[in-house]
Structures are given as structure tokens and as C-alpha cells.
């Protein structure tokens, strides 16, 4: 087996680092459609998924908002059930919150049970499958990932000049991450010219992950510049956990960490450019859902955090943009409360196919199909040195509750501990958006009934159970 290089997150020293606004980035020329019939009229599907991208990164995204935002529907209100790389893809591989798919933090990939997944499913039903980029934290390079066909998976995860399992061979791959993965998936979207079925791409991008290195193209890139929100500038934080209270990072290190993620995602907008040229000359862009998201958001300093893992808004809210023409997804916001396990079920209900294994989740195709919460969960492992602790948060369509429990994930990944609740937080989000005003924090027994603490509570309970 062939050992990543030292330096694979390190770009060609002889490449120049030239700045390059997005406004000088180069377009592709529009093809002529050349157009075939098929057979099989099921829609093609697209995952686009990035890395710790959280929202309000659209500036870098211009030309996927011209597409996804203007022909497809965006999501408003959708979210990581959990903020962590490898339970959020098992989520939106199985469609099931991480206490049922039982893969909790991204040490264990052999927790998720394969056979739930909808690649899976898709596969079995006659979908050609691939996976182009991340896949699943610590997977070893040399295993095939199941039920694709094909694929081009990358790990460990890195910018420049990656480890790839390359349909079975283990080998170094120059160039930059989101270029080379691309490249991948647009050669397999391109051999649907000659294989009738419908095809599932999983295209999954080390951007905007730390630590950020743009492709060198884009190392200069001019950025916005940023005034940070009330979030990052919180001064009294004794209504907030412990661990929080300490947290220092400052307004100055969020912003430089925004533009450190907005260079690299510059790539991912190109990407997206390039995919969407490639649908319209096969005349396939009609009936091709296309899905993009991220697997969590991130902080950038908001209540002292420059992570994910915590139970906010910019930890937890997602970017989340849906296309589909021919099935009526055709512009506009959908303010449903959404999350990752909606994934799995809307590809197969897209697909017309009927899930052999249980969802938490349900279809977003489905416009009357809504919920008034949903559920968000985290546990403290072992890669966090600090005591973070093991959570767990109720998400409404106006409010939200949180609980913090006594536990942590053993060395197998698995939770130990009492699960004691040790602290509390909730939030009016239509008054306090920004979180900063926990109404538990010295309330009385009275107040909390008021606010309806006691049903939340038991709502919590039971959806953890669910």
C-alpha cells in the first residue's frame, strides 16, 4: 500500500499565487445539449456535500446560487443533526439520527451498518453509483466502499496531492482536492452518453475544512470583509456551560478563519459550474436532482467557539439547496425545518423506491410533509481534550431546548456515564436569533412551565428514544 505523502495539504511550490477575485474567474462556454432517449425516466441524483461549511458563505458560491438558488428551491431552515464530520454522512447515508445508525464519532465507521444506506438501495434498484472524495472518517484506504460502482475516495482527507483509493488501487494523486474529485464525477456523469441507467454521484469536497488551503489560484482572492454578528461579541456568558464560559477566541481569529474558508469553497462554486455545463450538454439537466449541503456548520467565534460540536446556530445550521425541474423544483425558499436524515428518504422517494430499513427522516418532496421539531445530538469523545460534554437539543420552529448530560463515548465509541443532566439552555429564536439570552439561567420553577420547559423535556426524552 502506497503512504500519503508528508506534505499532501501542501500546494506545488512552483505554482504562482496569483490573486483572483471571484469577479475575474473564468467561465466555461455554453455546449449545444446533444440529447438521447432513455428508457428508465428516474431522475439521475447529485450530492454535492462540503466540509464544515456553515451558512452565510454565499459570496463565494455566486455561480451555484445562479443555479441552485435561482431554478431550485433553498432550504431556509435546514440543519446537521449532528455537528460532527462522520455521524452527519452516516445521517445522510441512512436517513436515521446517530442513536439509531450508531456511528457517534469519526473513529468507528464500521458502526453504520452498510446495509442502510441509501446507496444500498440504490444501487440494488439499478442506479450506476459513485463516490468521488471523503467518505467516511478512518475508513481504510485500502477497503472498497459498498454499493458503488465506482469511486475515487480520498483518506486521510488533504488539499494538495491526496491518498486515494482509486476503484480498488491505493495511490498518490497530484492536483487539488475539489479538481481532481471533480474530474472523477464528471467523467462518470459523462458515460451515461452509453449506459442507459440512472446514476447516483456522491461527490463530497475537503472544502472548507481546517486547515484551509485554497487551490493556488484563488490564495489571494480578496474577501469581503466581515462585522461579525452579536454572537461573536457576547461578553457575559454566565447563562452558558462551563466549557463555554472559558471558550476565548476571539472576533479577530473568526474573521480570518470566514476568509480562509471562503478561498477554498471558490473551488467548489467552479466545480458546481462545471457539473451543471455538463448536465446541459447531455441534455440531462431537467431530470437530474441536484442536492447541496454541508455536513455541519462551524463557528466563527460566536460565544467564544471557533468549532463545531456545540448545540448554536452556526454550528448546526446548514446550507441546503435542491433541484429537481422535472420533478417541480423549480425556485423559490422552503422554510420547513429540515435536517440531513431528510436526505436519504427524498432520494428514494425520487428514485420511486419504497425503504426496506427504517428512516428518521421523510421525504422533502413531499411539500405537506413538515414536523414541528427536530432533533440534534452530540457526544463528548475522545478527540475533544476539554470536557465538552454529551448533549442533546430539541430544535422548534421557535424555540430551543437543550440538555447536557454526564457521559462520554468509550474507546469504542460507545456512550458510558449516568447521563445525568448537568445543565439546561433555552432559547426564544424568533426574539434572541443570535442565542445570547439563556431563559433557564436563573429561572424559577414558574417561568419554566411558562416557557414550557416540562414538554420540551419530555419532547426531548422521547425523541432520543425514538
Known sequence: MTKAIDSGDTPPASAPHTAAPVASRATSPTPTPTRRARSDKRPNILLVLTDDQPKETDWALRQTADWLGGSGVTFARAHANTPLCAPSRASIMSGRYAHNHGLLDTRHPAHLDQHTTVQRQLHEAGYRTGLFGKYLNFWRPGTNPPHFDEWLLQEPVAYYNGHYNNNGTVRNIK?????????????????????DRPWFAYVATRSAH??????????HARVPDWDGRPSVFESDKADKPPFLRKANHSFEQGKA?????????????????DFHDKLRALGQLDNTLVLFTSDHGLCWGDHGWLRKSVPYRPSLEVPFQLSWPAGGFTGGTDDRLTGHVDIAPTFLDAAGITPDTPHDGHSLLDRGNDRDHLLAEWWWNRQDKQPIH???????????????????????????????VIFREYYDLRADPYQLTNRLHGASTAEERRLGVPGLAKGLAAARLS
Open 175 to 195: 492536483g487539488y482536492n475539489t479538481t481532481v474529485i471533480k474530474d472523477r464525477a464528471l467523467d462518470f456523469i459523462d458515460r451515461s452518453r452509453t449506459d
Open 210 to 219: 481546517e486547515v484551509n488551503i485554497p487551490e493556488t489560484k484563488y490564495a
Open 257 to 273: 478563519l470566514r476568509e480562509r474558508q471562503l478561498r477554498t469553497l471558490l473551488s467548489v462554486d467552479d466545480a458546481m459550474r
Open 390 to 420: 454529551t448533549w442533546a437539543s430539541y430544535i422548534g420552529k421557535s424555540e430551543q431546548y437543550t440538555e447536557y448530560y454526564r457521559g462520554r463515548l468509550d474507546a469504542d465509541g460507545r456512550p458510558k456515564g449516568s447521563g445525568k
